[in-house]
């Protein structure tokens, strides 16, 4: 039966509830678990898988419009940024051989992202709106794929 104490180490030592949590469920003793706690952990951790992957899509965004359109910096910067855009490319491919269902969520959340690196990059640099195209240039599969390069 669940003890207050379990309920209370969530709160007291995140670290130990874990490890209380996973011997539970190793010996099958689910009327012990926090069962509360434990679905807004699961839930939590399908929030960040989310979270990084737009992140990351979105810093691969802001570097391909870099690459493209800031002809300026380009010369100075093109290295760093097409370093940039083949790690978040690999990571982003980590991510979905991990999980292959965060596919689907790319689709839903690419215009997003590209407005939000499109933003970020103009306010970080303190560039003028015009030079990054309001629609994104590229397409999610260009974006994605490990040859292309504007």
């Keep these: ?17 874990i490890q209380t949590t996973v011997k539970l469920l190793s010996e099958g003793k689910l009327e012990e678990l926090d069962i509360e706690n434990l679905i807004e952990e699961i839930d939590s951790m399908g929030r960040r898988e989310k979270k990084e992957l737009k ?6 965004i ?12 380009k010369n100075y910067n093109a ?8 790690e978040q ?13 965060l596919k689907s969520i790319l ?4 215009l997003e992202c590209y407005q939000d690196a499109r933003n970020d990059t103009l306010r970080k640099y303190q560039l003028p709106s015009e030079l990054f195209p309001e629609d994104s240039p590229f397409s ?10 504007p």
Excluded: C
């Excluded at 309920?7 to 007291?12: D, G, M, R, S, V």
């Excluded at 391909?64 to 002809?71: A, E, G, N, P």
């Excluded at 999610?140 to 390069?149: G, I, N, P, R, T």
């Design 1 to 17: 039966m669940l003890t207050d104490t379990t309920k209370k180490l969530y709160e007291q030592d995140f670290y130990l509830w």
């Design 55 to 60: 992140t990351r899509l979105i810093v691969l």
């Design 62 to 73: 802001e570097h391909l419009l870099k690459l493209q359109y800031w002809t300026k910096e």
């Design 79 to 86: 290295r760093g940024w097409r370093n940039t855009v083949v």
């Design 89 to 101: 490319r690999r990571q982003i491919a980590y991510s979905l051989a991990d999980s292959p269902s």
């Design 107 to 110: 689709n839903d959340v690419f």
């Design 140 to 149: 999610l599969l260009e974006v994605l794929d490990a040859d292309f390069l």
